[in-house]
Structure formats: C-alpha cells, structure tokens
C-alpha cells in the first residue's frame, strides 16, 4: 500500500473567487502530511434535502423539471436548497414536499446523508422517506417549478427509470433506499437529529 492515512490533511484558508445564487467558488489552500501546500477550486453550498413520497399504494411522486446545467428535463424527488439558516432538514424538506407537490407528510424518516458531489462541492444532502400523504395546496416558486410536472411512477420502476437515464443521482439514491425499507415492511426508524420528525399542521 502507497500513500499516507487520511486525516492528515490540513485547510489552510481560501479566497473567494465568486458569489453566486446560494453558492460561493472559492480557491482553498491545503497542507498535505509532507508539508507540501495545494489549491483547490471549490464550491461552497448551504446544504440541501430530498424526500421519496412513498404513497399507499406503493407509488412514488416525483417532479419532471428543467434543468440548466445539462438542458434537459429529468424525473426526480422533490429537493431543495438549505436556504433559511437554523431551520431543521425535515422542517426544510417537508417545506419543499409542499410546495413542490402539494402535498404533506405525516411522517418524515431519515434515510440517509450524502455528499452530491465531493471532488468539487463541499453541498451535502440529507435524504428522506416521506409516508401518510395528504393533499394540500403546492406553493412553487421560481421558473422551473412553475413548468415543472408531477408524476408517480412504481417502485419497482427503479432499474427501468435508470436505463433511460431520466433520473439524477440522488434520486436513484432515494428509490432505491425506499424500495428497501417499504419491502422489507420496516419502520426506517428515529434517528437522533433530523430522523423520525412527524412535521407539524
């Protein structure tokens, strides 16, 4: 085995480079175990969250919205940015299961913390399953969502949804957790922090 432990590494500081909408480029410096200092370009992100509304009948809701970067629509659960600072992440995603889909849940389960994107992007997602559903009214806001569609699809859809690389990663992430757990008739779970919330209203 070559190379040095993990951990040894040390951030020394950065330089903006760019504020942009919720996110900041940034060039930072490190100190590798040898002493020998790097930069790196780096994104910083708020945070986001996702959710998998998990219907009574075994469906799951997902979105079809427009997205820039890669000019093209993609099939995906309802996420969002971290954007009110202090607020929970099941507080936050509940907020965007709501405004995206109109609808809300009467359970929230932590399925799991990921990072998106980490050899440039410092954003970190925290992934929920969604049950109990009810309709209520949506609140989009932006371009995309207000042309943004909702549709359900079967979990047992996963791999099909995959080969016609309609769905982003976290998604795939999410259906694929989902699929465990409701198979396996399982409760996910309280986990301390962000797991296990029942939102309020």
Known sequence: MTGSALGRFRFRGETTRADGWRIRMVSATFEAPDGEQFTRDIVRHPGAVAVVPVTERGTVVLVRQYRAPVDRELLEVPAGTRDVPGEPAALTAARELQEETGLRAGRLD????????????????????????????????????????????????????????????????????????????????????????????
């Open 110 to 201: 932590h399925l799991c913390t990921f990072y998106n994107s980490p050899g440039f992007c410092d954003e970190e997602t925290v992934l929920f399953l969604a049950t109990d559903l009810r309709a209520v009214p949506d609140g989009r806001e932006g371009i995309e969502e207000r042309h943004m569609t909702v549709e359900e699809v079967a979990l047992g859809d996963v791999e099909r949804l995959a080969a016609e690389g309609t769905v982003d990663g976290q998604t795939m992430l999410g259906l694929l957790l989902a699929r465990d757990h409701v198979g396996r008739r399982l409760p996910v779970g309280d986990l301390p922090g962000d797991g296990g919330h029942r939102p309020e209203g």
